[in-house]
């Protein structure tokens, strides 16, 4: 498969690169932030107004829509663009994560390492096979079966432009040798999953593939585990490459197997950065050379009343529903044009909003974070473009508002 | 205080007219519906959505934000509108609907003319003296009390746009000497809550009253209860007239007591029915007479999934949820205007997202149907202009799209 990304920047001082990703749907500017549309939605948001933050691509999950409302539906519909009405990109993610976190622990716990927690798992793993992953729906308690082959069914069902390998998420908590032994069978299901694609994907009508398919490169926290896997994703045949499972404890360790993987890989093809949104990672990842990142930090904090702002501690949230608050008549970020602030709406009353668990407020925080987080990459973008990535870095880091360093996207 | 309505059109056939009520902040052509902003918030909508719908007014509500984030808060803010960001006219409501409801049960209890269920209440009253009403928070399990002149004064402090006084909404299912005794006390309450706006309610720098203030029409379903409290009324300072209370066991004699009270009233006060908001309710209380309305119902069966459609069989909704919409691909109706409707959300994909509790899905109906209100209530305003109500009115009673029968609004 013909590489999709156009690389047209590159940063001197780091692998940090920007450019053009082409798909079925239309092109998104990279490095980007890619919002959860987790079930279908962006949770509270209409398509247009995502797109009106700046947000070129979306991501649906196989794994939820699968369960409920099912593929199949979906594509009586004629696929998720047109059934969600987002008539841009979107990015499938395999189930595989999902999957495997039922066993293994939440999503949360994985991507912070945190052992797993009885009460917080979401169905359950019937069986763990060669051949796929026997579990019980979290929706009506059915048993259900996810393999390489019926994701990546589901996902061609779906119609989404990039779909992910159905992989076997690596958790934290285990040996080095379970962790080769996971990342080989990463690497079997990859063959079948592109193999699956080859003879049935979405092709328009010339026969032209409509769907790229990324390849997951595991290997935990073992550098020579990751480096392996992202070898062998690199020479596949895989459009593009996924970067996922524990990447660690720490943000220094995630940054370290980050920086493994992506010294394996070849500069032609797309890189996403698997759940990792935190507004410090999406700096550093850029840096290290991700085109693409998704995570539900920005949309969960939003619903839950963090709020995300500049930053000199590196914490870059503040808490709205706390005390302090109650009084304040200013807005979340002076100078913000996302909807929340720019209509005025302030800490005050956003605080009494959410303690009053009013939808409201927590769909103008969630608009908030993303404003904050698309302004961020296009502020990468554009220093990228123009050869001010470390100088633009610095900044963020400093506590400088995003949004205030961007000039035009392009030199 | 003078008139704020200008009657600029009369039904020959009907009591129904339509004009211009100016308020402090801005006009309301009438009749209109008031969508419900109890807490602050039209539930999931922000402002500008509520405004692009149509709608010129709101309702908040005194008691819930008594209870929090208190009026002093709001005060301190400069009053609700810049609170909730709204800029045009506000009503509020007194508090003596919910604190009554405390005692007697539910909202929709009263409304419905049903008997209280304990599992429904909200808080408790601790004390009904002719001072007012003692009762404990809901919110913190505080001894709080309402009286009168506290809710005069917290409606001052909120600076709304009209004011009702403080009321005891009799129950239903009470003696028709207790529906008198309770009138009233109403009656002596009006007085106190007109003595306390003269001397302390909010006035611009010219000294003129920048809130009107509506007296409240019980009696409950006694015709001459119901006359002589419309008539004390009408000879009150009141610069506006509501009807409130329970209106009976159903629709018929809703409309029997509204028409008792209308009868007594004289032609060039605002008149506003409390809590009404039925399609079929909306277009009778229009030929009653009726210029203001204000109901949970649009928004509530909006996050419930009940969309409202044309119905000549008078039910106007359809519950989204049910099974027979999984894989309908038309939207909620062909035509509308609204964001669900225009952008082309599918009836299965409401489904999924209203069975799947994405906020997205009753923020998605909620806009629907308070489209529909609006639009309807444009019909009826564009109707009376032209003089075409009746026929109007039973075209809609027949099942024609709100908005289909719209002309100019003037004629």
Not at 381 to 400: D, E, F, V, Y
Request: with cysteine; proline share 5%; charged share 25%.
């Amino acid at each position: 498969m013909p590489s999709s990304l156009k690389i047209e920047a590159r940063d001197p001082k780091s692998r940090a690169r920007a450019g053009t990703l082409k798909l079925a749907h239309g092109t998104v500017q990279t490095p980007a932030f890619v919002p959860l549309a987790t079930k279908g939605t962006v949770k509270g948001l209409e398509p247009r107004e995502v797109a009106a933050l700046g947000f070129e691509m979306v991501l649906g999950n196989t794994f939820h829509l699968f369960l409920t409302p099912g593929h199949e539906l979906v594509a009586k519909f004629g696929g998720l663009h047109e059934f969600m009405r987002w008539d841009g990109p979107i990015i499938t993610d395999s189930g595989g994560f999902q999957v495997f976190s039922m066993g293994h622990g939440t999503v949360a716990d994985e991507i912070k390492g945190r052992a797993a927690k009885g009460a917080d798992r979401r169905g359950a793993i019937i069986e763990i096979e060669e051949d796929g992953v026997r579990f019980r729906s979290y929706v009506d308690g059915s048993e259900r079966f996810l393999s390489p082959e019926t994701s990546m069914e589901v996902q061609a069902a779906l119609g989404s432009d990039i779909a992910l390998v159905f992989d076997e998420c690596t958790p934290f908590n285990v040996s080095r040798d379970y962790t080769a032994a996971s990342t080989e069978r990463t690497h079997r299901w990859l063959e079948r999953c592109l193999s699956w694609h080859e003879n049935n994907g979405p092709r328009d009508g010339d026969g032209n593939s409509r769907q790229l398919v990324y390849g997951i490169i595991q290997g935990g926290v073992h550098e020579e585990l990751r480096r392996a896997s992202a070898q062998v994703i690199a020479a596949s045949r895989a459009g593009g490459i996924a970067i996922g499972g524990s990447l660690g404890e720490n943000k220094d360790q995630m940054y370290e197997v980050v920086d493994w993987a992506v010294d394996e890989l070849p500069e032609d093809r797309p890189r996403h950065l698997l759940g990792i949104g935190d507004v410090d990672d999406l700096i550093r990842g850029v840096e290290l050379g991700i085109d693409t990142f998704d995570c539900a930090m920005p949309t969960r904090l939003g619903r839950h009343g963090m709020a995300l702002v500049p930053d000199p501690e590196g914490r870059w949230r503040v808490n709205l529903a706390a005390a302090r608050f109650a009084d304040d008549r200013e807005t979340i970020l002076e100078g913000c044009p996302c909807p929340a602030c720019s209509q005025g709406f302030s800490r005050g009353y956003l605080r009494y909003l959410l303690r009053s668990h009013e939808l409201t407020g927590m769909r103008l925080v969630t608009l908030h974070n993303l404003s904050f987080v698309a302004r961020l990459m296009q502020d990468l973008r554009s220093a990228i473009h123009r050869g001010t990535l470390a100088a633009t870095a610095t900044a963020l880091r400093g506590g400088a508002a995003p949004g205030a360093l961007s000039g035009p996207e392009r030199a």
